[in-house]
């Protein structure tokens, strides 16, 4: 052949029962490089087939005994030969007896008498999408195993971040309330002491205790994002007034905008009912604004529509924003910004506003406000 096919010539089975027409043949293809099996009847075809291998088989229509309309069909029937193209050798001229033939299972003829150069060709590009059918069919294979072994190792990779996330939802809950006991022996021992000691003792103690309120909070945190995790919040569901519960987290940050200077206002519809987990979405919302006014110039805008059955909470700064490279990380637990290093928090307020919202199947997404930040909490109803 003047192109190879492989490092191993392809091996052609010739079936014909015509001495002459078969020694033609096998002089002409092994001519032409390629390895060459004979038969002389169907039921040998059947045989050699099963032995050899071959990668493509050449076959006679009109045999005595099982012709090659039936040899074909029993080569396609055997799982072994099923795949091995196969060109019949016909003298038949007519288009429904050639038709029969692709009809059992051939994928092209050649007609007697046989013209040498169209048989090759015709040999040759059978044999090579054969061959190319079989590199896809292994391609394919390799694929499957390796989407298999990836998805393996991302089970694995989920089972382990599980269990860390179990542990450390059940160190929160152990120590939970050892802390909660010892804030309150802290908070008895400060009231006790503040007539008896001097005044720089007492702010140590009063900072010892804020350290721990902001422990227990890191802890409460954590466990509200398990109940989340665990969709156990879904039963806290209640049919409420959602412009209800963003006007009072507004009112509750009012004092401590005008403490800083800043302008919270708010913009919302008078109601806006949903069925919707108000304590989340008040912690959700309340995590949204203390945020926003950690980091804003001037001033805090908030505002609520709804639509359709879906719902909107908006909360706007003008602050120095979040680069693109941080938007995608900023909701990951425990992950503080460049921006942020200087302020109170340890990276779970926007981590928890996100699990609300997926646990309200709505989204979390951050935007530029040019200067500042716009983080717009949807809800789907």
Same mark, same amino acid.
């Given at each position: 052949m003047t192109e190879?096919?492989?490092? /191993?010539?392809?091996?052609?089975?010739?079936? $014909?029962? @015509?001495?002459? #027409?078969?020694?033609? /043949?096998?002089?002409?293809?092994?001519?032409?490089?390629?390895?060459?099996? %004979?038969?002389?009847?169907?039921e040998e075809a059947l045989r050699r087939a099963d032995l050899v291998h071959p990668d493509l088989i050449l076959l006679d229509v009109m045999m005595p005994g099982l012709d090659g309309f039936e040899?074909?069909?029993?080569?396609?029937?055997?799982?072994? !030969?099923?795949?091995?193209? /196969?060109?019949?050798? @016909?003298?038949?001229?007519?288009?429904?007896?050639? @038709?029969?033939?692709?009809?059992?299972?051939?994928v092209d003829y050649v007609t007697k008498p046989l013209r040498m150069e169209e048989l090759l060709a015709r040999v040759k590009t059978h044999l090579k999408l054969g061959r190319l059918q079989k590199?896809?069919?292994?391609?394919?294979?390799?694929?499957? $195993?390796? /989407?298999?072994?990836?998805?393996?190792?991302q089970d694995a990779l989920i089972e382990m971040i599980n269990s860390v996330r179990n542990t450390? #939802?059940?160190i929160a809950h152990d120590l939970r309330t050892p802390l909660t006991e010892l804030r309150f022996r802290m908070e008895t021992m400060i009231l006790d002491l503040k007539t008896k000691v001097d005044a720089e003792t007492l702010e140590r103690l009063?900072?010892?205790?804020? $350290?721990?309120?902001?422990?227990?909070? %890191?802890? #409460?945190?954590l466990l509200r994002l398990a109940e989340i995790d665990a969709g156990v919040r879904r039963s806290g569901f209640l049919q409420s007034d959602v412009a209800h519960i963003v006007a009072e987290a507004v009112e509750f940050y009012q004092p401590l905008a005008e403490l800083r200077g800043l302008t919270l206002s708010l913009s919302c519809p008078d109601s806006l009912p949903a069925l919707v987990d108000p304590l989340l979405l008040a912690q959700a919302i309340g995590n949204l604004i203390d945020n926003a006014?950690?980091?804003?110039? @001037?001033?805090?805008?908030v505002a609520l529509s709804g639509a359709d059955g879906s719902i909107e909470v908006e909360v706007a700064d003008n602050g120095p924003g979040v680069p693109d490279s941080e938007?995608?990380?900023? !909701?990951?637990?425990?992950?503080?910004?460049?921006?942020s290093r200087g302020t109170p928090g340890v990276g779970l307020g926007l981590a928890l506003v996100k699990g609300v919202a997926t646990l309200h199947r709505g989204t979390l997404r951050l935007e530029d406000n040019d200067p500042g930040l716009i983080v717009r909490l949807a809800l789907s109803g």
């Open positions: 190879e096919l492989d490092s /191993v010539a392809p091996l052609v089975l010739v079936v $014909d029962d @015509t001495a002459s #027409n078969l020694g033609l /043949v096998v002089d002409f293809l092994e001519g032409n490089g390629l390895r060459v099996s %004979i038969a002389r009847d169907g040899v074909c069909r029993r080569l396609k029937a055997n799982p072994q !030969t099923h795949a091995v193209p /196969v060109i019949f050798m @016909t003298s038949l001229s007519q288009t429904a007896e050639k @038709t029969a033939g692709f009809h059992v299972g051939a590199a896809l069919k292994e391609q394919n294979a390799r694929l499957q $195993d390796e /989407v298999r072994s990836r998805e393996a190792a450390s #939802n059940a009063e900072g010892a205790l804020s $350290d721990i309120d902001r422990v227990i909070c %890191i802890f #409460n945190a006014l950690k980091f804003a110039s @001037t001033d805090v805008h938007k995608g990380r900023v !909701t990951e637990r425990f992950y503080r910004g460049d921006a």
